[in-house]
Structure formats: structure tokens, C-alpha cells
């Protein structure tokens, strides 16, 4: 699970980013005002593009402020603390409900999914999403890539790619546009490819057709809520982060307070130095699921022969200089230093 993926829809698996920054903007489209036929063409060349760069799976939806049971969902979710020391989720409200305010004149949100391999089976307590290069610069490069390939007839569109980096509730848009449904532990389950996926957006001022809104759901079989050691999982797909081990190594800033030190003292939390992946590895939704993961998501050499022991040697720039480019940097070292203290209380 990406320490992004907290509430059922916030900035990303069961949690989303540490930044609520807004960037990336492209020029590239069409004429607003398109016929029938023009507009399933221009359905057809966009999905075909982002699909044939790596996603696997792409979706439309109108951009339009989102719903009211799911924003008031969301804002009792903040009400009770379980943002945790994630405060930047209170962070531009208005734009957070309405995507049209990230691009004047924006008439669509483009959701997509792109696949990462689940751990190795030696995993020294590392989530699979960070076994592979920043997702962030990866799924960016691609996109803008395909956006920049368009036929010359998007010419004047506009764009911005949100990549865990603008202040959007992707999951909600993710059923929305109809590229996956909600899992009871707060994951976004693309049918045929699983929950192991990064999830980004495109808002554009071009006025794609609406794909149907997922209507599928989890099977309910509550494996994930059972086994999460800290009890952070909710029947409705919330997560508490609090209580989530995700949360509590990698977005965390200093010393856990009593409700986290209990959650890491169990023999999962002890065994992790950074995010957690037992509710998505438990998930029957992940189970014989396609592959199509681009080679850039692959887990590199240099997390696959990690050895957790060299980490506690390194000093800071030593640390910053070797992970560069990985998500492992993300951690900060005095927060890495506290992880690795954990795992030698096995």
C-alpha cells in the first residue's frame, strides 16, 4: 500500500501524497463543440494512446464537483482525526470538491490506472511500490508524452496531469470514470489487473463522452479488515491512519505516539521498514490478475539485492545519494533510523 492511499478517495491503495502542490500543465486539443461521431472518435484515439503507453486501465468522467454523500463522507473523515498528522488534506477544500478549479474551462477528468509488480519473496518489510523508480516522474513522462503525440486536431486543448500532486479525491474519480471500484481496505480494484496499481488524472478542457461509473464491488470477504494488525480498515473503505502501518513509516514525521507504538509492537509492525502491503497481498482481487506493467515500474536491482542491515550505517547524504529516484527516498532519515530501531526489537 502507497502511503497515499488513506481514505477511501484521497490523494492514493488506501492512502494518497504528502503534497497538496498542483503542477503540470500541457498545451495540446479540439473544439469543444464536436459532433456525436467526432466525439467517440476522440474517445477512441485518446484511450488507445494512454493505453498503448502502459496504463491498464483508462476512464472519462465529467468534470463536475463531487458528489455530496462522498464529499460529506470525506469531511467526516477529517472530522475524526483520521487523516492523522496529515494536515495538508485540509488544504484547498474548494478545489479539492471541484477539479474544474485546477484548469479554467476543464470539461473532463481522465482517470487511469498503471500496474506494479507485487513484492519479492524475500521482502525485508518494503511495500512492492517501492521496490520499483518514483511513479510520480515515470507515469508524468509518459503521459506527457502521449498528450504531445496527439493528432494535430488537439492542437488547442488543454491539460494538467495530477500524479498524487494536486488536491483530488482519485479514487472517487476512479470509480467515477469506470476504471475500478472501492475494496474494503480503501484500494481502487481495476477488474482483471487487481489493486496493485498507481492511480493519476488528466484534467482537459476537452468534452470526452462519460464512461459508465463502476458499479462492481469488493466480494466482502473481509480478509483485510481481519488481518490488518492495527485494526485500521472500515466495512466502508476508510482507513484510519492512526492505526494504519503504511501511514506509521512512511508519512509519519518523529516518535509514534501510544496508539502507534502499539500498532508497531506487533509482530507484522515489526517487521516493516517501510509501508505495508498485507490487506492488498491478502485480497482475493489480486489473485491470477493480468500483467501489464511497464518496464519502468519494474522493481530495480538496487532495491531487489537491499540488505536493511546497510541502511543503519549510512548517514544522511549517503542515504539521500544512494536512493535518489526511488521511493525510498521519500523517508526521511531520522524517520528511516526510527524504523530500522523497530524491526531490531524482533
Known sequence: M?????????????????????RGCLPTAVSPQKSTASHLIGDAVIRSALLDAGACAVGFAEAAPVDEGEWVAFQRWLANGKNAGMDYMHNSPDIRRDPRLLLPGARTVISLAFQYPQ???????????????????VIRKKIKKVLSELPEIYKNAKYRICIDSAPILERYW????????RGRNGAIIVPGYGSFVFLAEIITDLELTPSSPSTDK???????????PGGA??????????????????EHRGEWDA????????????????????????????RHTDSKV?????????????????????????YRCRFAGLPLSRLHHSDLTRNLRSQAQR
Open 2 to 22: 502507497k502511503s497515499d492511499d488513506f481514505f477511501l478517495e484521497t490523494a492514493a491503495n488506501p492512502c494518497e501524497s504528502a503534497s497538496a502542490r498542483t
Open 119 to 137: 513484492a519479492p519473496a524475500n521482502n525485508p518489510g518494503i511495500a512492492a511500490y517501492a521496490f520499483g523508480r518514483d511513479y510520480h516522474k
Open 174 to 181: 476512479g470509480v467515477k470514470s469506470g476504471i475500478g471500484y
Open 218 to 228: 469488493c466480494i466482502g470477504c473481509n480478509f483485510c479488515i481481519k488481518k490488518c
Open 233 to 250: 480498515l472500515n466495512v466502508n473503505g476508510e482507513v484510519n491512519c492512526t492505526k494504519c502501518i503504511s501511514y506509521l513509516t512512511i
Open 259 to 286: 496508539t502507534g507504538t502499539e500498532v508497531m509492537e506487533t509482530e507484522h509492525g515489526r517487521n516493516t521498514l517501510f509501508g505495508c502491503d498485507l490487506c492488498l497481498s491478502l485480497c482475493p482481487h489480486n
Open 294 to 318: 511497464i518496464p519502468e515500474l519494474q522493481s530495480t536491482p538496487e532495491m531487489l539485492t537491499l540488505n536493511p542491515t546497510e541502511l543503519t550505517t549510512l548517514i544522511e547524504e549517503e
